[in-house]
């Protein structure tokens, strides 16, 4: 299993992981013209980690848009996090934002309220 590292665009989040912490990190906006195809590199590489590792998986998000085929996405995203989980496997979701921005944090704590496993909503300075 190796690494995933996508430099962010004007339309698409970096996305960057940590196979020894266990971690992949999403930052920016995400509203890339095929979602779908931008996402299934991210959502494989979530699976592979999920079946392949017995490390915790912490998915850490700086979003500050998403439009709505990335929401879906990341829907998908914390479905697969939610199966994991239920089957008592440690995953996490820590999703950082700008205090100004009150849809953001509104966005994070909708999706919150849908799944199980531990999903924290920290403003960062």
């Given at each position: 299993m190796n690494e995933l590292?996508?430099?962010g665009s004007q339309s698409t989040p970096s996305v960057s992981s940590n196979l020894a912490v266990g971690q992949l990190s999403l930052q920016g906006d995400s509203y890339p013209e095929n979602s779908f195809e931008f996402?299934?590199?991210v959502?494989?590489?979530?699976?592979d980690f999920l079946t392949q590792k017995t490390e915790p998986l912490t998915l850490e998000l700086g979003l500050i848009y998403m439009n709505t085929s990335s929401v879906k996405a990341m829907m998908d995203i914390f479905d697969l996090l939610e199966?994991?989980?239920?089957?008592?496997?440690?995953v996490r979701v820590d999703w950082l934002y700008d205090p100004?921005?009150?849809?953001?944090?509104?966005?994070?704590?909708?999706?919150?309220e849908d799944y199980t496993f531990p999903f924290l909503i920290t403003?960062?300075?």
């Open positions: 590292n996508i430099p996402f299934t590199t959502i494989s590489w979530i699976e199966e994991a989980h239920n089957k008592g496997r440690a100004q921005n009150e849809r953001v944090r509104e966005l994070a704590e909708e999706f919150r403003a960062h300075a």
